[in-house]
């Protein structure tokens, strides 16, 4: 079982704006980062450090963390961000290792 | 801009052992500031990381596959490689490999390779 929990399924209307939410005892201590899968395509990083965007990322994209939540926000859902997220960390034992969310499916209405 | 390629049988049979080379261009696989990561994911299911290597050889797994998992690197080749060992159906997935940032208290991978899906069957 994973040691980040996150919803399964989110929808937004289009043009709205949503949070994506992962909990989980690591995100006290380490930084969170985000990642969107489409069907038949590799994830691709959207969020590093809890708040970073890589370049060529859209600003519509934000990060953030509070206590054991870190959150995607995405501000203006265009049907192109449907998509399946993921959130990752450093695992709660402080080792060197990594683990995973179970993903949130993002429906665009 | 560094991209990453899998290669390597698409069908192994059970109990037999899986192996799959990264091959990295457009970077060096030596730099210091970077890690290299194996992660897969089963038909319909999340992301599972199975381990990283760096430059130096030091590698570290995932305590779930740790007994099984054989990360290694050819810094001549640009390329490193997975061999997992004793593998059954559960082990069928897209496996990919991706550029692992590691800092304190954080960790990212970016960029990945396309993914190569492994199906384990007699």
């Known amino acids: 079982s994973s040691e980040l929990t996150q919803d399964p399924a989110v929808s937004v209307a289009l043009g709205q704006t949503v949070r994506i939410t992962c909990q989980g005892d690591?995100?006290?201590?380490?930084?969170a980062s985000w990642y969107q899968q489409k069907p038949g395509q590799a994830p691709v990083l959207v969020i590093y450090?809890?708040?970073n965007r890589p370049s060529g990322i859209p600003d519509r994209f934000s990060g953030s963390s509070s206590g054991n939540t870190a959150s995607l926000t995405i501000t203006g859902a265009q049907a192109g961000d449907e998509a399946v997220y993921y959130c990752?960390?450093?695992?709660?034992?402080?080792?060197?290792?990594?683990?995973f969310g179970g993903g949130t499916k993002l429906t665009v209405l | 801009q560094v991209q990453l390629q899998e290669s390597g049988p698409g069908l192994v049979k059970p109990s037999q052992t899986l192996s799959l080379t990264c091959t990295v261009s457009?970077?060096?696989?030596?730099?210091?500031?970077?890690?290299w990561s194996w992660i897969r994911q089963p038909a319909g299911n999340g992301l599972e990381w199975i381990g990283r290597?760096?430059?130096?050889?030091?590698?570290n797994y995932n305590p779930s596959l740790e007994s099984r998992v054989t990360i290694s690197i050819d810094t001549s080749k640009n390329q490193f490689s997975l061999k997992l060992s004793s593998v059954t159906a559960a082990d069928s997935a897209v496996y990919y490999c991706?550029?692992?940032?590691?800092?304190?208290?954080?960790?990212?991978?970016?960029?990945w390779g396309r993914g190569t899906l492994v199906t384990v069957s007699s």
């Open positions: 990752s960390s450093r695992d709660s034992s402080g080792s060197h290792h990594v683990v």
């Open positions: 690591s995100l006290r201590k380490f930084y």
């Open positions: 991706a550029r692992d940032v590691r800092l304190t208290h954080q960790n990212w991978f970016d960029p």
């Open positions: 457009g970077g060096s696989i030596s730099s210091e500031n970077y890690y």
């Open positions: 450090g809890n708040t």
């Open positions: 290597i760096f430059t130096s050889g030091s590698t």
